[in-house]
Each structure stands twice: as C-alpha cells, then as structure tokens.
C-alpha cells in the first residue's frame, strides 16, 4: 500500500490576512460601533428607521432579483431592467388613475381590487416587455464576446428612457396616494403605517414564489441547467431559448411589480428614476452575490437600511460619547456606490456568492 508523504505543517504566519483585508474588517467594525451608539442614544427612532430601510429594501429586492436572475442564466448585466422598473412604474400611474379611477385618499374594497389589478397589469407589460428586449436586442449577439451585449443593453437603457420622456415628459409624474398611513402599531414611541406594511406583505410573497419557481419548478430546474451548461441542456432535450426568454419574462414581472409599490409608496415617479434606481439595485445583486437570489435579498435589505440610515439618523450623544450624524440625503449614492467598489475590491464574488475560477 502506497502511504502519503506526510507534508511538513504550514507555519501560522501563512494565515496572516493580508492589508486589504485587514482595513475592511476595520471599517465594517467603525460602521457597526457607530451604529450600536446610535441604537443606545435614540433607539425609538432608529428601531423606525430601520423598518423605512427594511420597506424600501423590499422594493430594491424585486429588481435586485431581475438583475441576478439574468446574470446567473447568461451573464449578461442588463442595464435596461431598471428602465423597465420605471415604465412599469408609469404604467401604474396610469392605470390607476385612468382605467380604475382612483383618487387620492380614496378608501374600500375597490382600491384593493384596483391595486391587484394594477399589479397584474404592469407585471405582465413589464415581463413581456423585457422577453421583447431579449429576442430583439440580446439573443442575435448571444455568440459575441461580452463587450457587444453590454453595450446593447446600455443602448436599450437609453432607449426606453427616451421612450418614457416622449410618453410622460420630462417633469415628476403625480401618483395616486391610496395607501392608507394609519399606523398599524405604535408601540414605546416606535410607529409603523400600513403604506409601508403593505410594500413588504406585497413583495415576501413575490419572493418565496420565485424562490419556489426556481428551486422546486420543473421550468426552474430547466433554468439552473441553463445557467450551468447551454449545450448540455439543449443535448438533454432543454428549449434554451424558451427557458432564458422564460427567465427575461420572470425578471421584467418583478420590475413591474416593484414599479407599481415604488409609484403607490413614494406616490411619484419620473423618467430617469429607472437608471438611478436600477444602479442602486445592480449594486445590492453585487452585494448579495450576483446570481445567488437569497444574496440579491440580502444585499437589497442593507442597501435598504444603508440609505435608511444616512438619510434618518442624526448627531446625538450616549454615555458622554458625541456620536457624529451620518452625511446626509446628498451623499446616499455616492456611498451605495462606494459599497459597490469596496465589494469588488475586497469580496467580489458577494456576501453569498462563491468564487469561482474564470471561464468555469
């Protein structure tokens, strides 16, 4: 019997982490200080802030998920899905309005009624709209080295943006208040309305149907092997180009279901919020883990909370400590976007992602 040579023991200073390393987990230790401070000196008001940031991380999931979806079928980054978050978003608007005759602060069962069918409409105009987009702009180039689809779908971004600012102009569309603000509890000074409730009731069914859909589904297994292997799926009797139009159809149904909450919750939309929101987005897919859903989950409810954080808590003072306030609205995309470099210089493959081996 052959025996392996035993291999003398790795020295311990092998392990040394190396000086990126070092300064991330020094700067994730001062974010987390910083917050645990503001916890202690106003935790009332950063409990509530924390919920804003959970509801609008809600919404950041949906695209979040249409962008990871993509990718992890064809890796292919598809600028335009936050575009079609925003033509769902207008869609919404008019729907609502126009064909169910909501008014603001219009109350009943009617409004429930109008809200799903709202919701359904935009759902399947954004999913057909995003297959429509995969067979024209995406499919013919599907042969060509990256660089070519990429640009196409920067193209496309540009193109539905222009779309939107012939459609509705360049100005802030109004959108239907029907959300009720009443809160559903207020509890040690900590309060929570329906209008936010309701975004996160909305959008954690959407999520366990898609998590469900993908792992569980026959169509979902089909979409795995297609992100695995394309010719190997096809030689095992798989419609490849049924299943990834399948998968920019699932994708653009989550763009239009965000469209809508992000239109009934902040009650405003304009043509250029699907590119800045769509970035914000791309950057919690990055987070999470691009191509891992649960990471696109993930990396959207801090991005939520990030933004939550930034923008809601302010300088205070605990056990002596000035704890200093956080810069400010101005400053929210310029650090989603520093987040976004940090991951790719310390942890590119996310939160949840693995690193895999270029070209595997």
Known sequence: MVTEARRPPVPLLAYRPSLTAIFGLA?????????????????????????????????????????????????????????????GGMLSATVAASWFGLESGQTGTVVWFSIIGTLLISMAFCGVLNASIERVAYRPLRGAPRL???????????????????????????VVDVLPHSNVFDIAGVSYAWNKLIVVLITVPVLILLLWLVEQSRQGKAMRATAQDMDA??????????????????????????????????????????????????????????????????????????????EGLSKSEVFGITVPAPPGGAWTQSIVFTILILILVFRPEGLLGERTPEGA
């Open 233 to 310: 799926s096809a030689m095992m009797g798989i419609n490849v180009n049924r299943t990834i139009s399948f998968t920019f159809l699932i994708a653009g149904a989550l763009a239009g279901a965000a469209g809508l909450l992000y239109a009934l919750y902040v009650t405003n939309i304009r043509y250029d919020q699907g590119f800045q929101l769509g970035l914000i987005a791309f950057t919690a897919a990055v987070l999470g883990g691009i191509g891992n859903l649960p990471g696109a989950v993930l990396g959207a409810l801090l991005i939520g909370l990030i933004q939550a954080y930034n």
């Open 148 to 174: 070519a689809p990429l640009i196409t779908a920067i193209g496309m971004s540009f193109i539905l943006q222009n779309v939107a600012l012939a459609w509705k102009g360049p100005n802030f569309i109004e």
């Open 27 to 87: 700067l994730v230790g001062i974010v987390l200080v910083w917050l645990v401070l503001q916890l202690l000196a106003e935790p009332a008001d950063f409990v509530e802030i924390s919920l804003i940031g959970v509801t609008t991380g809600a919404i950041y999931a949906l695209v979040a998920l249409g962008y990871t979806l993509v990718y992890g079928i064809l890796e292919l980054i598809n600028f335009a899905h936050g575009d079609v978050f925003m033509l």
